[in-house]
């Protein structure tokens, strides 16, 4: 059995509770808790594909913080979940190879549709209805 980790990657509340809720984010905060989490002996350390899910929007971006991830550790990196709508296929493709190939293959790539509309909006990307007409559940939605 594998443990992994999630990397407090916002400050404050939002949707993901499972890790501690920060008041402020900084690299040293960051990269402590993921020398803690390596230490532990967890099998890989994960982060939420956002742009602006704590309350004042100061999430780090993710593919930037999984290069880091892979440099500085020997973990199993990779994003909870990307989102596909947030940047080109040609792009998000030569971004997951090049922290594969730097981490020596440790990256775990798992990709979803992206829910979080107001994301979308803020940063001009096309939000798609599902053709199967179910939607994300979300604190607040009916």
């Known amino acids: 059995m594998q443990f992994d980790w999630m990397v407090q990657c916002y400050p404050g509340d939002g949707v ?3 890790a501690p809720l920060l008041e402020e984010l900084d690299r040293e905060t960051t990269m402590s808790g993921v020398g803690t989490a390596s230490e532990a002996g967890f099998g ?5 594909d956002h742009f602006m899910l704590g309350p004042r929007h100061e999430e780090y971006e993710i593919w930037t913080l999984l290069g880091a991830l892979a440099e500085r550790t020997d973990l199993e990196v990779g994003p909870l979940v990307g989102s596909i ?3 080109n296929p040609a792009l998000l493709a030569k971004m997951a190879s090049t922290v594969d190939v730097l ?9 979803g549709a992206g829910w979080h509309k107001e994301e979308h909006a803020a940063y001009g ?3 798609p209805r599902s053709s199967s007409g179910w939607r994300c559940w979300r604190r607040g939605s009916s």
């Open 16 to 18: 993901h509770r499972d």
């Open 85 to 87: 709508t947030y940047r």
């Open 44 to 48: 890989g350390l994960w982060a939420p």
């Open 103 to 111: 981490s020596d293959g440790r990256l775990q790539l798992g990709l």
């Open 125 to 127: 990307f096309d939000f």
